[in-house]
């Protein structure tokens, strides 16, 4: 029998994969697999949505320095963000956890504290789980419920040329406090008696370590009776996510380096480390912002909002995704995206 | 700081912990944590249900003797079966998954034919999910949504005194299917030259390597009019689903040994290791039949249904629920549940 490896794939060739092997075939089933949540129709006015994620020990968290608490926030968080992504509204999630007895069940309270405090912050039931031994790591499960209205949804696929891209809050911080933490842990490892120097990195290292869903966005957009052409989150990074856009839209797009939105201390820090800030904020990743794109004639609705940045637009040509440089010069975005698999 | 070891807690007792911490507030979340699965009312004339299932290699199967693509179908069906429990028809699911660089693009496919079939078997559409590196073995996550009726939904807390006990199917084969696959795993270690001797044993392993959910069930209740007072799906063993009903109703219960459905072959392979077919159908667990009770003027509606069984009455005294042997004998019904976590 043919072996042939996972890696030959990637996490995009598997879910591809995947993808056609499977075609929804209710009439309930409004959107399947291929955007930030599935979508259903109940039968109510407003949709239901689905998302779901899982984080698995060693390869999306390091518990030397992931405090459980911010954990069980963060998980929780991620899976919000998929469900603002559609310009929805979170309701309820489940969390199924596989755990072993090397955790105390005061470390497990933790974790649901954590997990609890974002329930709070997002107005979300925890409604239901599964609870089971793991015999290594733990494994946390997520899946998020929430519902938009039928003419309020954004999906990916329905930018148009000319169209204005939007993102929210800056990019690349989360990626810099990944660094940061993974350079504590060396270092520490090297020297157990090293105290950590982390007092001025507490933005990037909240940014990794307890990121916060944009729902806040999705109740000022609705405020300025704006509906978004198309939407996702940047989970993988901006260059992943507007290639998506544009993939699923059949369009192209400019994006303009200036007006990347990038925090102060990610542009420090990105110096410290020798890596570039658009590097950060095209590929770092784990930002969970809102990527989405507007209509010119609603640009007008938000140009004030202090949480939204306004760096490009969409374009007619859907082979060219590209970046306009400072400098002036232009690059095709390319996505570098998940690739746990190929490690 | 304290550390108190999670094997004093055991599954339940963590699960009762979780629980505590976590009241829904919303009024589109009916029925939370504590049923087979959470019963959300989207605005329709319908619910919608979600139930969730982790399953992990070395915890929850094998795969020295689990096929992936049969594996693929145990976990869809596993997480139908919570829905068809409520009394509702599945209708998405969504399917994560955590692998190894050690499972071959071809092995993932056999996984992904499995949940296909489960998919097609049980009209229910693949809507989403998550795939993951793992570490260690495999994780697969599976959530299930579907809906039921409002009027037709069934709780686990809906038992009166005198409603009778209601059990599908035959019970307790999962079980000796599971010893039968242990015993050939060590024999084989042993000797490898050893030729598979399983020939009449199809029953019994296929209920454990490939269980149904009992949806026809479902449809049958339909049609006769009639709708369960309490119901649960039979994972853990009659004696804890049992004891679930009685104590979310408030009632006590009689069960007659002589009533309880078992097969020919589970008889006999009980026999073969020494095993009591009773136990095994009190404790197996893994049946994925349904347990539900019925006012006793509903019984005529499904009496002469060749699957179902009548196996004891509903009665007043919470603190008695009771197995009536075939020798006359009372004993209390103990549960063994799951004990992952204490092993």
């Not at 072996?3 to 409004?30: A, D, H, K, W, Y």
């Not at 507007?242 to 797009?253: D, F, P, V, W």
């Not at 420090?268 to 989405?292: R, W």
């Amino acid at each position: 029998m043919t072996r042939t490896e996972l890696s030959t794939l990637g996490e995009f060739g598997l879910i591809e994969r995947i993808n056609q092997q499977f075609t929804p075939v209710l009439p309930q089933t409004i959107k399947g697999i291929g955007d930030d949540a599935a979508v259903i129709d109940t039968g109510s006015d407003e949709y239901t949505l689905v998302s779901t994620d899982m984080l698995i020990e060693g390869v999306h968290f390091d518990l030397s320095y992931a405090p459980l608490k911010h954990l069980g926030f963060k998980a929780v968080a991620v899976n919000v963000s998929d469900i603002a992504a559609m310009n929805g509204t979170p309701r309820q999630i489940t969390v199924s956890i596989g755990l072993s007895n090397r955790f105390s069940v005061e470390a497990i309270d933790e974790l649901y504290a954590g997990i609890q405090t974002a329930c709070e912050a997002y107005k979300v039931d925890l409604v239901g789980g599964d609870t089971s031994a793991s015999r290594s790591g733990l494994v946390l499960s997520v899946t998020a419920i929430g519902t938009v209205k039928k003419d309020k949804i954004a999906y990916r696929n329905g930018a148009q040329p000319n169209d204005v891209i939007c993102v929210t809050g800056d990019l690349g911080a989360a990626y810099l406090g990944l660094q940061l933490l993974e350079r504590e842990k060396r270092e520490f490892l090297e020297n157990p008696n090293m105290q950590p120097q982390l007092e001025d990195k507490a933005y990037l290292i909240g940014r990794q370590l307890k990121p916060e869903a944009r729902t806040n966005i999705i109740y000022e957009l609705n405020d300025a009776d704006l509906v978004p052409t198309s939407m996702i989150d940047v989970s993988d990074g901006l260059a992943s996510e507007i290639l998506h856009l544009c993939k699923q839209s059949g369009t192209g797009a400019q994006i303009f380096e200036e007006h990347i939105p990038v925090a102060d201390e990610t542009f420090l820090t990105a110096d410290e480390f020798k890596l570039s800030p658009l590097t950060s904020a095209l590929n770092g990743g784990e930002d969970y912002e809102l990527l989405f794109t507007i209509k010119q004639t609603d640009y007008e609705k938000i140009k004030n909002s202090p949480h939204i940045s306004f760096i490009g637009f969409m374009t007619n040509d859907p082979s060219a995704v590209e970046i306009v440089t400072k400098g002036g010069g232009r690059f095709p975005v390319q996505a570098q995206g998940w690739q746990h698999l190929t490690r």
